[in-house]
């Protein structure tokens, strides 16, 4: 057997290799599955072309011949496809007169130069329906480089169009201003009252940038509001102010949009005003409501101008200045404020110097002579000041308007309220109007402040001249107080007295007359000289002088009930050499004495209970105590005003004066009598309070009345 391989002879040669079957097959089998991707394309492109409603289109310029596919036929109003001859002409007889021209130039740019082909036009179907129409194509060039074919594609945007249309539509007839912006921030749509607002054209703004068109946004709420709303996707709303030319406030709404953003805004300037002003109002109101209020509820002078130009600045003004007419006539300024704490010294400095240094052409001397408003310039003040430390100090507080309103009461001018604005802060009719409402309540206060420290100093003056000063004694020291209540009337029934008796013994008295006011007053005046001429007439020991002076008051129907405490000191022969006095005493339902030893020791005499008080039934029985005091005893008789709280009942209020009394023994008489006023009452007391109080010295000389 032949081993040696086979050689393949020329007859072989006329069947293929194996190679080459295996190489057509791989050929073959890709073109089959090109074939296959290029139906399936196909097949995709004419789906989406049906539901897109979208034609093609081929048109070859140098054989005149252009080739539309039946989708775009029809479209055309070319329902036999034997009616469409693959002409320009057939075309054009569709193409709307007016959009002719124009495009008939498309067409032969995008053939000359061999560029892109995307025209929008309208056509008229044979039944005279208008239609919208976009196309948009690519020319490919031929071997010269020249157009060879224009392919591409047309659909119908005629409900595009018209829903385009109607939006228009309702943004131009909008009330608020409309525009929109492109990803590169120009303008692409402008409403008319966007035009308006915006005091520029629509063809002015199309197509320019935002930032160049109006220079003021860069930087501002109109940029960072903007760039958040297209970075986050969100939409944003604020309120802003555009400067001049604008110069108004706008309220705008801004979205993004896949092509940009639009934003929707309206001027606010008026609304914004009127707000301000209703808040401005607002507040001036309730100063208006807070002056009536605070002044009204007090009667001191001095507190009524302290709390004024608190309460004016900063509601009505920059800062004030409060002027009153003393009783003498001249005008003081008396109290200022200024908005900024670090020129309220200087304001200080200037109210010191101002008055002296204006003369009467001043328009605030004018104000104050004619008790007329007046409103001026801080320019005019500064050309009738005369050089010095006024006009220097006015100068650096530099007031733009000044306005001065009288105080008013009573039909008369009692001061004067200057308001200094700074500039910009110019005051409106209705700001001086509020004003002057507040210069004439806080007149009106003031005066009555003022009328009632007239009166209270009055009433205050003739209580004090019937509580006349102690005798002096050798066998001892007398002290008195009397403080009125920091509040009402300042005038009541409270008394004390101190005498001698015909006998010499020295008799003290306290006090107190139901009520507080100047019936109160007139009533203790009379009791306390009935008591007196009781007391004086004769020896009469307390008991009897009480008994005599509630039978007086029965008899003179005076109509008066009060409380009474009476000591009357004596000494025989034998207590003074023994260094001690007797105390004979008698209560009418009055706070019972206190005394304090001098081994720092206090007793309370008797409980308080004391007999019926004065004024209920002249035939009740009263009863009489004595007690015997060593030498550097103190007595003390008061009023419940010293020790009754509003806060606290009367037996701690006692127990409060024992405790003082004690820590107090080391003091003089008067020193101790101060010190009791200020730790009791802190010198502002509820009630009227009256002390008397003696402190017993051994001597061996009799005292200065007959010895007993």
């Known amino acids: 057997m032949d081993s040696t391989p086979a050689r393949t002879t020329a007859a072989d040669g006329d069947r293929p290799a194996t190679g080459a079957r ?15 991707q290029y139906d399936s394309d196909r097949l995709r492109w004419e789906l989406a072309k049906v539901a897109g409603g979208v034609g093609t289109f081929d048109w070859d310029p140098v054989a005149g011949r252009l080739l539309w596919d039946e989708p775009l036929q029809r479209m055309f109003g070319y329902d036999d496809p034997d009616s469409f001859d693959e002409s320009l002409a057939a075309f054009n007889a569709r193409v709307h007169p007016d959009d002719e021209d124009w495009h008939a130039d498309a ?15 309208r056509i008229v179907l044979p039944g005279g329906e208008t239609r919208w129409i976009h196309a948009r194509g690519q020319s490919l060039p031929g071997p010269d480089g020249r157009t060879e074919r224009l392919v591409g594609a047309a659909y119908d945007t005629t409900g595009e169009r018209e829903v385009a249309s109607r939006v228009t539509r309702v943004l131009e007839a909008m009330p608020a201003g409309f525009y929109s912006l492109d990803r590169e ?23 320019k940038v935002l930032w160049e068109a109006f220079p003021a946004t860069p930087g501002s709420v109109f940029d960072e509001s903007y760039r958040r709303a297209v970075t986050t996707g969100e939409p944003v709303s604020f309120d802003a102010y555009y400067p001049a030319p604008l110069d108004g406030w706008y309220e705008l709404r801004a979205w993004p949009t896949p092509d940009g953003l639009s934003v929707y805004f309206l001027e606010v300037t008026e609304r914004r005003a009127a707000q301000q002003r209703a808040e401005r109002w607002a507040r001036q109101l309730a100063t208006l409501a807070q ?19 608190r309460l004016v600045v900063p509601a009505l003004a920059d800062f004030c200045v409060v002027t009153v007419i003393g009783a003498d006539g001249a005008p003081r300024d008396v109290g200022s404020w200024h908005v900024d704490p670090a020129a309220r010294p200087l304001l200080e400095r200037y109210r010191a110097v101002r008055l002296d240094a204006m003369p009467m052409t001043a328009p605030v001397a004018r104000a104050l002579h004619t008790g007329q408003a007046a409103t001026f310039s801080g320019g005019d003040v500064l050309e009738v000041l005369p050089p010095g430390p006024a006009r220097d100090l006015l100068a650096i507080l530099d007031p733009a308007t000044e306005v001065a309103l009288p105080l008013r009461a009573r039909g008369r001018t009692v001061g004067l309220l200057t308001l200094f604005y700074a500039a910009g802060h110019a005051p409106t009719d209705e700001d001086v109007a509020i004003a002057q409402d507040v210069a004439d309540r806080a007149g009106l206060a003031w005066d009555n402040a003022r009328l009632f420290s007239t009166q ?11 509580l006349t000063e102690p005798p002096a004694i050798e066998h001892a020291e ?27 013994d ?12 100047t019936e109160a007053a007139a009533a203790m005046g009379q009791l306390r000289s009935l008591l007196r001429g009781i007391a004086t007439y004769g020896d009469a020991g307390p008991v009897e002088v009480l008994r005599g002076l509630d039978s007086s008051m029965g008899t003179l129907q005076l109509g008066t009930l009060a409380t009474a405490a009476i000591a009357r000191f004596e000494q025989t022969p034998e207590d003074r050499r023994r260094g001690l006095t007797r105390m004979r005493w008698a209560n009418a339902g009055h706070l019972p004495p206190m005394v304090l030893n001098h081994d720092g020791t206090v007793a309370e005499l008797a409980p308080w209970v004391g007999d019926l008080m004065l004024g209920v039934d002249p035939s009740s029985v009263r009863r009489e105590s004595v007690v ?13 005003g010293l020790v009754e709280r509003r806060d606290s009942d009367l037996d701690r209020g006692v127990a409060r004066l024992r405790e003082a009394l004690v820590d107090l023994v080391d003091l003089p008489l008067e020193e101790l009598l101060d010190e009791l006023l200020e730790r009791l009452v802190q010198g502002r007391p509820d009630d009227d309070v009256a002390l008397v109080a003696v402190r017993l010295h051994r001597l061996e000389l009799p005292g200065p009345g007959p010895s007993a």
């Open 22 to 36: 295996l190489d057509e097959d791989t050929a073959s089998a890709r073109l089959a599955a090109l074939q296959k």
């Open 107 to 121: 067409l032969q740019t995008s053939t000359d130069t061999c560029g892109e082909y995307d025209v929008e036009y």
């Open 291 to 309: 002056v009536s209020a605070e002044l009204a509820g007090t009667l001191d002078t001095q507190v009524a101008t302290a709390r004024l130009p």
């Open 628 to 640: 015997l005091l060593d030498h550097g005893s103190t007595v003390l008789l008061y009023t419940d």
């Open 185 to 207: 921030w120009r303008f692409t749509h402008v409403n008319a009252e966007a035009e308006r607002l915006l005091g520029h054209s629509r063809d002015e703004l199309l197509g």
């Open 478 to 504: 007398i002290a008195v107080r009397y403080l009125p209540a920091a509040e009402a009337a300042r005038v009541g029934g409270d008394w004390y007295d101190a005498f001698l008796q015909p006998s010499g």
């Open 506 to 517: 020295t008799m003290l008295v306290i006090g107190d007359v139901v009520g507080h006011d």
């Open 456 to 466: 209270q100093q009055l009433a205050e003056g003739l209580q004090r001249s019937l």
